[in-house]
């Protein structure tokens, strides 16, 4: 691992060009560094500000001065563009840098740019794709406008019409709702309805630009109050009658749906990731808590219940992020397969980091409920979090993206798959260009879980704690023999949108596999050639394993104390040393 | 082992593919009119996807996962499985 001054000499000695991991850890250090100690009340962003700007509705101007002058739109244009994306893992590892002080700034600032931009950078002629990375490079924003209220998720029910217009191009006719930055983007992405018959070949993608339409037919809607937020400039647009060029159209007319579909999958794999920053923070902010207060003659910490939930906050962060590298990283060597492992992440992450800080909640105790001084950002975080369930793809939407593949997964895919390719779980290795062509709606294949049951036939060490993630693997794989059962049994009635619960149960307890055999790779992959010691040590993934054995309503044995003491120890290591809460456990830049 | 491809013809596969949607939309195969768009009668982007897993499955024949939506009926579809499967046959007869 090349950190701080090693990198620069690297770097500095010409010896190679700086390859994939050393651009990303400089990238990151770069944020870290521009936007400064959020602790400290003399910085512009610290939380004391960010908390201010929140209450005030705002998007905290010092912070969008900060990523307008680090260029951050460029992190959202492929290098083939002129930008600086290569790989997904590496933006998701850059946004947490935002996300850990601001998720109104993260979402507000970029990733709704990126939402929009992916739609033209997997389906967008040569002429569209420049025109956005001039946009993005320069500093400038692209809503994603899909959303319409009367519709939610049931997109393939949207009304806003583009209709095609007599000597060529279209007429923009109808709302967009609840839409991200729509009154200062330069450009909207808009899932448009370009064919009156039902069905989901109705509707197309169009991109378009706000300089040269005619301002008399559209109009900018009310901006939206949110619980959580606050910051983000949530308005809607309403067209009538509004010319807009042929050129709009991205890909082929009647592609719409699809053209959203693979958009998808890659904002599916990569947003949820970018809230693990977010949850460190509100474990961190617990921690400090714990360790400065004393009750019961002992500080919170060594109650063992206020110690114990730190620890599974922990342990939690570090499975969302097996999840996350193992989604963001199929994107580019499984293209054909992501498309379960996106809406798995999208579905599970935001739950399980949610879960999560309820959890911390409780030992903040009271303090969880005051909006500002020492501990007033977690509450804020509290509140933020949600929008990741909620924007641009609901929890159920994600399960029904699963559920049709379930039976075919069953039939074709799991125990007779090969595991995923170890690089899959390597958070530090290159990866190579995006695929964005290989991406697919259904593929019925699925190494991930292949991982899983892979990990059981090798031999376990003779640790305590080895056999105990032997002892947890064996009971996934019963439940993933369970839920393969359960699939091959379903009826076709319960593989449409209109399933029953215990269809969408099915596809819950899925996900939950997949973050297992995620977790279980990441530490098989860093007890290779001299990776990660913290995630070598199966202490950590005995409790990750026990933790999602549990959330699938298992009662698996008790694990040895050494598990927890190793953790809780890391837990303090981290918060000493300011390193990050998940697998890269990033130094400060200072 | 898959049914073998020759025998299929579009009335089979009409049929078949009629009461294969009435599951999904909890109807009588008498009712689904082969010419009308399955979209009408609530067929969702969902259960079209899985709709073509099944296809995958009972006649051991890859499809693009959007083939209901690019032959929104029943008998569009059945003819574009016949022309699928005659391809199929004929490339495993050529192998």
Redesign the interface.
């Known amino acids: 691992m090349l950190i701080g001054t090693e990198l620069q000499r690297a770097v500095q000695d010409g010896q190679e060009a700086p390859g994939q991991e050393a651009r990303a850890a400089t990238r990151v250090a770069e944020l870290d560094r521009r936007l400064g100690d959020p602790t400290d009340d003399g910085n512009e962003l610290s939380y004391t500000r960010l908390l201010e700007a929140d209450e005030a509705g705002e998007l905290s101007e010092p912070g969008e001065r900060a990523l307008d002058e680090l260029g951050l739109g460029a992190d959202f244009v492929p290098r083939a563009e002129g930008g600086r994306l290569e790989r997904l893992d590496t933006l998701v590892r850059i946004m947490r840098q935002v996300f850990r002080r601001d998720v109104a700034l993260g979402l507000g600032y970029g990733v709704t740019s990126f939402m929009a931009a992916v739609n033209i950078w997997t389906s967008g002629d040569a002429a569209q794709r420049a025109c956005l990375a001039r946009i993005l490079t320069g500093g400038g924003k692209v809503s994603v406008a899909y959303h319409e209220l009367a519709h939610g998720n049931d997109f393939v029910r949207n009304e806003f019409e583009a209709r095609p217009a007599e000597g060529g191009g279209y007429l923009l006719n109808g709302a967009k709702q609840v839409i991200n930055n729509a009154q200062r983007a330069d450009a909207w992405v808009l899932f448009s309805r370009t064919s009156p018959a039902p069905g989901s070949r109705s509707h197309s993608v169009l991109f378009v630009e706000r300089d040269g339409l005619d301002t008399d037919t559209w109009q900018v809607l009310p901006r939206y109050d949110t619980v959580g937020v606050r910051g983000c400039l949530l308005s809607g647009l309403r067209f009538d009658d509004t010319p807009v060029p042929a050129s709009a159209l991205v890909g082929e007319p009647g592609k719409g749906v699809e053209t959203a579909l693979r958009a998808f999958q890659i904002t599916r794999s990569a947003l949820p990731g970018m809230a693990v920053g977010t949850t460190d923070t509100a474990l961190r902010t617990v921690v400090r808590f714990a360790l400065g207060r004393q009750l019961y003659r002992k500080s919170v910490m060594d109650i063992p219940h206020a110690r114990g939930t730190l620890s599974g906050a922990f342990v939690d962060l570090l499975t969302c992020d097996s999840l996350s590298l193992a989604a963001t990283r199929a994107v580019h060597l499984l293209p054909e397969q992501t498309s379960v492992f996106a809406a798995a992440t999208k579905y599970l992450v935001p739950k399980v980091l949610t879960d999560a800080m309820h959890e911390l909640s409780i030992v903040l105790g009271a303090r969880f409920y005051i909006r500002d001084g020492e501990h007033g950002i977690f509450q804020k975080h509290l509140r933020d979090m949600p929008v990741l369930s909620l924007g641009h793809a609901g929890s159920a939407a994600c399960q029904a993206t699963i559920i049709p593949q379930l039976s075919r997964l069953a039939r074709r895919s799991w125990f007779s798959d090969e595991p995923a390719p170890a690089q899959l779980f390597q958070p530090r290795t290159d990866l190579p260009d995006l695929s964005y062509g290989r991406l697919t709606l259904a593929s019925g294949r699925d190494g991930l879980s292949a991982t899983l049951v892979a990990a059981v036939d090798q031999l376990p060490g003779a640790s305590p704690e080895e056999r105990a993630v032997q002892g947890l693997a064996l009971q996934l794989v019963d439940e993933l023999r369970q839920v393969q059962e359960a699939s091959r049994a379903l009826a076709p009635e319960d593989r449409t949108a209109l399933a029953r619960p215990a269809a969408f149960a099915l596809a819950d307890r899925y996900a939950v596999l997949l973050a297992a055999a995620s977790a279980i790779g990441v530490r098989q992959q860093a007890s290779h050639d001299g990776g990660d010691a913290f995630l070598a040590d199966p202490a950590w993934l005995a409790a990750a394993l026990h933790r999602l054995a549990r959330r699938l309503g298992r009662r698996p044995a008790d694990l040895p104390a050494s598990v927890d003491a190793r953790v809780h120890e890391e837990v303090l290591r981290r918060f000493h040393a300011r390193t990050s809460y998940d697998l890269y456990d990033t130094p400060p830049a200072g | 082992m898959p049914v073998p491809t020759t025998g299929h013809t579009t009335e089979s596969l009409t049929t078949w593919l009629a009461e294969?949607i009435a599951?999904?939309?909890?109807r009588q195969p008498a009712e689904i009119d082969p010419d009308v768009?399955?979209?009408?009668y609530g067929?969702?982007?969902?259960?079209?996807?899985?709709l073509?897993?099944?296809i995958?499955?009972d006649f051991d024949l890859v499809i693009e996962?959007?083939a209901a939506?690019?032959y929104?009926t029943v008998h569009a579809l059945a003819g574009h499985l016949v022309e699928e499967l005659a391809a199929e046959a004929a490339k495993d007869g050529g192998a």
């Open positions: 294969r599951l999904y939309l909890k768009p399955l979209a009408e067929l969702d982007s969902v259960a079209a996807l899985s073509c897993g099944d995958e499955d996962p959007t939506w690019d929104p």
